[in-house]
Antibody, heavy 120, light 108 residues
Framework: QVQLQESGPGLVKPSETLSLTCGVS?????????WGWIRQPPGKGLEWIGS???????YYNPSLKSRVTISLDTSKNQFSLKLTFVTAADTAVYYC?????????????WGQGTLVTVSS | DIQMTQSPSSLSASVGDRVTITCQAS??????LNWYQQKPGKAPKLLIY???NLETGVPSRFSGSGSGTDFTFTISSLQPEDIATYYC??????????FGQGTRLEIK
């Protein structure tokens, strides 16, 4: 069974960098899926932040592209998100997720989500 | 960017009612549409993929239809455990995906 688990600080100061890691068990991130981040501000809808393919190719939401970096660490079977120059608008539950692209094109596994608050 | 317009934003219905949610894409996305259910404090769960295919293990009271720009999600007979927020999601240009604004479903 594939499991994803987010980890990282729950509180980040404005203008600083938000850093989260997603540990994956039950599947190697080196094989054929997209590994992505999706966020949800409190009481609001879902926003795709970006994804990384197992080859290392990255894809970002155009609205966040200038501030986002997603990377893989295959030795630890995990992937990470960095979001720079955060503001209160970046306060959200951040989910890591696995996106399929094998004819079944959906998000099939999600982490439990982690709330990150941007506040001084 | 493809925008997804979902309606209504909230809905109140009685147990046993037929419930319908619509989702409109800003351009033709063929059948590249999924539906998810999200309960409070939980991650979304896939219900319908490719507009009309029921995910394994999902009750048959859930269904989806549509293609092009107009899509419909239906619960044929609302159950108390269906209280949740429902999202449509397009995948015309993987892995870039966008979600509708969500429909919050409540029991009357």
């Amino acid at each position: 069974q594939v499991q994803l688990q987010e980890s990282g600080p729950g509180l980040v100061k404005p203008s600083e960098t938000l850093s989260l890691t997603c540990g994956v068990s039950g599947h190697s991130i080196s094989t054929g899926y997209y590994w992505g981040w999706i966020r949800q501000p409190p009481g609001k809808g879902l926003e795709w932040i970006g994804s990384i393919y197992h080859t290392g190719s990255t894809y970002y939401n155009p609205s966040l592209k200038s501030r986002v970096t997603i990377s893989l660490d295959t030795s630890k079977n995990q992937f990470s998100l960095k979001l720079t120059f955060v503001t209160a608008a970046d306060t959200a539950v951040y989910y890591c997720a696995r996106q399929r692209r094998d004819g079944y094109n959906y998000v099939d596994y999600w982490g439990q989500g982690t709330l990150v608050t941007v506040s001084s | 960017d493809i925008q997804m317009t979902q309606s209504p934003s909230s809905l109140s219905a009685s147990v046993g009612d037929r419930v319908t949610i619509t989702c409109q894409a800003s351009q033709d996305i063929s059948n590249y549409l999924n539906w998810y259910q999200q309960k409070p404090g939980k991650a979304p769960k896939l219900l319908i993929y490719d507009a009309s295919n029921l995910e394994t293990g999902v009750p048959s009271r859930f269904s989806g239809s549509g293609s092009g720009t107009d899509f419909t999600f239906t619960i044929s007979s609302l159950q108390p455990e269906d209280i949740a927020t429902y999202y449509c999601q397009q995948y015309d240009n993987l892995p870039l995906i966008t979600f509708g604004q969500g429909t919050r479903l409540e029991i009357k």
